[in-house]
């Protein structure tokens, strides 16, 4: 039994995320032009980090489950810092 | 603004240290980043309530539940089997209870309630960014983004969740530790009331709990699915260094699982509601970091609380009774006028005479055992493949036996004997 593939913006567009002007990520992209594996990229939840051409990483945080997936699997010390988005800011899980 | 105490977050353990002090009649704020305690929160399963007697008598006659689970089942999967435990019993049915699913922003808002009704200050969208410390160097409160936030007060207790920048800054815990820690993701997918009771066989407010394992294309983890009122929720957990390693993405493994010949048939025309991810810290006893320090005490998932032991998948019953014994030892060391370390340490004392350490202490080298590549990619096509062996009617060729069959299996698996009686030796231990 199969059903038709729930795409992945129709997955994300179910949570509610109150977007905060400030970016609670950041990313050292020199850092990452190092990087071999770049983990972060298919292991964050939310997609949010995505391979530049040039070898960098480009991120947004605005649908951020504020997990910490991506600081935990970097293997790059400080190329992903990472602090909670400012009070009352960010997903806001209903059932969860 | 000066207080007795401060309790950072809103989860489990926050509410009820913040609930203890308050009913010590101390001065205690709880703060919570969220617009409300449990927006930021994920489970993926079960409350169970035994520990909430110590904060409510008849605590079920209003408590947010969804469904009380009366059916537990723990399945072990191939991509085209499953071996299902399946129990159910009447008196889960019934009060006292023993295990209830709900939405964690229902269920935390509830608990902190209570801890706001004892006289605690519950503040909320705000975020702690730092500890403050006395001329000493002991800390004395903490910073919040909030204009002229800083909170001095006598402890702060750091319920402050599986990244805990508390716990971090205060040198207990490592600034990442991948190999102790897991994702979960969760979809939250509605189906009519109806609907549910009769695919599941529940009736009323009877719900279901299924943990798997098997189920996440071989990367250290399992699977679950359990059911409220109306929605049933559906996920993975895997261990990060094994998502990391894997190249596949999280929610690809929900997809697998939704897709499972055992699982499909349970969520047909059920509609995605709420999708959400939460890191787990499952390390257990051994991966715990020091509960106390001159200023601060450590609880719930900030303190590695998390029971991933197999059979038991328990974490929100540990954070509320890590923050009772909190918020106890707190306030006693307010009362006698010392909050260094040692006068703190009646809170490790307290966790070890209670099950919170006392299970975690037994069951040290679960996770490991649960964890391990042969549990996970070998052993559960073992035992489905001995089943349906045994299940399957070969006539006119008379039975094999079971022992036969049992040896035929671990062959067909390409287990080693001798992998599986250590490993079945250690798991005895590891449960004992």
Redesign the interface.
């Known amino acids: ?3 038709p ?2 795409s ?1 913006d ?3 567009s ?2 509610e995320f ?1 977007v905060g002007e400030r970016a609670h990520i950041t990313v050292d992209s020199d850092v990452c032009r190092s990087c071999t ?1 770049k ?1 972060c990229v ?2 964050c ?3 949010l980090f995505v391979p530049t051409t040039d070898g960098g990483i480009l991120f947004n945080y605005e649908q951020c ?5 991506c ?4 293997n790059r010390e400080g190329a992903i810092t990472w ?6 800011d ?7 | 603004m000066t207080v007795d105490a401060v309790v950072v977050g809103a989860g489990p353990a926050g509410s009820a240290a913040a609930l203890e002090l308050a009913r010590a009649g101390l001065d205690v704020v709880l703060v919570e980043r969220g617009v409300f305690p449990g927006a930021k929160n994920v489970y993926g399963g079960v409350v169970y309530g035994r520990i909430l007697d110590e904060v409510l008598p008849q605590w079920w006659t209003e408590v947010p539940v969804q469904r009380w689970v009366t059916r537990r089942a723990t399945m072990l999967m191939t991509p085209t089997q499953a071996l299902t435990v399946d129990y159910r019993s009447d008196a889960w049915d019934r009060p006292p209870y023993n295990g209830m699913t709900t939405y964690r922003g229902d269920f935390d808002s509830w608990l902190a309630g209570k801890a706001v009704a004892a006289g605690a200050k519950l503040v909320t969208s705000t975020v702690v960014t730092g500890l403050l410390r006395d001329p000493a160097g002991r800390i004395a409160g903490v910073r919040t983004d909030r204009p002229g936030g800083d909170i001095h007060a006598r402890i702060v207790i750091a319920c402050d969740g599986v990244n805990s920048f508390l716990a971090k800054e205060a040198g207990l815990l490592p600034r990442t530790d991948s190999a102790h820690t897991t994702l979960g993701v969760k979809e939250t997918l509605a189906l009519p009331r109806e609907v549910i009771e009769e695919r599941f066989g529940l009736v009323g407010d009877q719900g279901l709990d299924i943990e798997m394992v098997g189920c996440t294309s071989g990367i250290p983890g399992g699977g679950f699915l359990y059911t409220c009122l109306d929605t049933v929720s559906v996920g993975v957990v895997v261990g990060l260094d094994g998502l990391a390693a894997s190249k596949t993405r999280p929610e690809e493994l929900i997809g697998t699982l939704k897709a499972h010949p055992a699982i499909a048939p349970y969520l047909r025309g059920a509609e995605l509601k709420e999708y959400s991810a939460h890191l787990i810290p499952e390390g257990g006893y051994r991966a715990m970091p020091r509960l106390a320090t001159d200023g601060m005490l450590v609880a719930g998932d900030a303190a590695f609380m998390c029971l991933a032991a197999g059979l038991w998948l328990e974490g929100v019953n540990f954070a509320i009774g890590a923050g009772l014994a909190a918020g106890q030892t707190a306030a006693e060391a307010i009362a006698a006028g010392d909050t260094s370390a040692a006068g703190l340490a009646g809170y490790r004392r307290r966790l070890k005479a209670s099950f919170v350490l006392a299970d975690h202490k037994r069951l040290r080298n679960a996770a490991d055992i649960v964890l391990a590549d042969r549990m996970q990619q070998e052993y559960p096509g073992l035992a489905c493949d001995f089943v349906e062996q045994i299940f399957t009617v070969t006539n006119p060729k008379p039975k094999l036996g079971m022992a036969r069959e049992f040896f035929r299996a671990v062959r067909l698996n390409k287990v080693r004997l001798r992998d599986l009686a250590r490993d079945g030796w250690q798991a005895m231990r590891a449960f004992r």
């Open positions: 039994m199969s059903y593939a729930v992945f129709q997955r994300m179910t949570v109150r594996t983990d298919h292991a939840p939310a997609a489950f504020e997990c910490g997936t600081y935990q699997v970097c602090a909670y988005p400012d009070g009352g960010g997903v806001v899980l209903r059932r969860g």
